[in-house]
């Protein structure tokens, strides 16, 4: 596997895990002392690192 493909799905991992960790935060479920405001920053970080994630992946081809 590419070290490209693998950091691209590396950083969707992440943008996925900031994405929950920003939701549970914004519901304040899993009382992860998150308020509301502070809960938009994670899930905003999420979603770069998803979206990057996934255009690495996309972009990047496979060599054999």
């Not at 935060?25 to 994670?42: D, E, F, R, W």
Request: hydrophobic residues 50%; aromatic residues 10%; glycine residues 18%.
């Amino acid at each position: 596997m590419n070290q490209k493909r693998t950091f691209g799905s590396i950083l969707t991992i992440l943008g996925i895990i900031g994405i929950i960790v920003g939701a549970l935060g914004y519901l304040q479920i899993g009382g992860l002392g998150l308020s509301k405001m502070n809960s938009i920053v994670p899930f905003i970080v999420g979603l770069i690192f998803f979206f990057a994630g996934i255009n690495l992946v996309k972009t990047t081809g496979d060599r054999a």
